[in-house]
């Protein structure tokens, strides 16, 4: 199953590398996001489903005039599959072009997403993941 995964989740990030967050239908309705700890902005209102997803893509693209994820390595690891991308974007109003090396650590179940971890360090999702 675990390529089955690593498959549908490369057809998720070919959208996210081209700024498209809302194609997708990988997501369990009752899908668990858990943050990065410096992400704080994004904590409150943490009950699982599509709607703590929505709201945490919107609140992440608002500071951007544009934003993707590039993916560099999709590794599975038993039900599990942690996905290391660049993220990139270009600040609203600055202009300034960021990048940053983030990690991914996505749980399934019956072929859908039932848990997405967020890491902006990918030695933590490395860890999270027990591949360290």
Known sequence: MSQENVEALKDVYAHWEQGDFWTS?????????????DMPDFRAGEEPGMATIEAGIRNLL??????????EEFLPVEDSVLVLFTARGRGKGSQVQVEAKW???WT????????????????KGREAAGLV
């Open 62 to 71: 608002a500071a951007w005039e544009d934003f993707a994820c590039i993916p």
């Open 103 to 105: 990690a991914h650590l």
């Open 108 to 123: 399934f179940k019956d072929g859908r997403a039932i848990r997405m971890e967020v890491f902006t360090d990918q030695g």
């Open 25 to 37: 239908d990988i997501f369990d309705p009752e899908v668990e996001i858990v943050w990065a700890d």
